[in-house]
Nanobody
Framework: QVQLVESGGGLVQAGGSLRLSCAASGRTISNAAMAWFRQAPGKERAFVAGTNWSGGNTNYADSVKGRFTISRDNAKNMVYLQMNSLKPEDTAVYYC?????????????????WGQGTQVTVSS
């Protein structure tokens, strides 16, 4: 079992930055692909960014490419999402997710473990 706890969300003005953190416990995530998803009101949960087990391969949704950076520290069992140049359309609940496999996939159904989510609100 893996427990995931997100933190770092909040209210920020457009153009600002936030850094989300995801703390994993229960087992090591060093052999897990990790990802961030987000869900806005009335919309489906969508892939934002993912990293393979080592951090050597990362994937980003086109809407965040060049603005968001995912990283991980396997020694600390942590995953991060640095979000820069935030836009109002980035407003959503952000979820950290883990799949016990080496590589990233974009479908939320392929992730077994989820955090409770953290709200990010970007004002215009």
């Amino acid at each position: 079992q893996v427990q995931l706890v997100e933190s770092g969300g909040g209210l920020v003005q457009a153009g600002g930055s936030l850094r989300l953190s995801c703390a994993a416990s229960g087992r090591t995530i060093s052999n897990a692909a990790m990802a961030w998803f987000r869900q806005a009101p009335g919309k489906e949960r969508a892939f934002v960014a993912g990293t393979n087990w080592s951090g050597g391969n990362t994937n980003y949704a086109d809407s965040v490419k060049g603005r968001f950076t995912i990283s991980r520290d396997n020694a600390k069992n942590m995953v991060y999402l640095q979000m820069n140049s935030l836009k109002p359309e980035d407003t959503a609940v952000y979820y950290c997710a883990a799949r016990i496999a080496l590589e990233v996939r974009w479908s939320p159904s392929l992730y077994r473990y989820w955090g409770q989510g953290t709200q990010v609100t970007v004002s215009s």
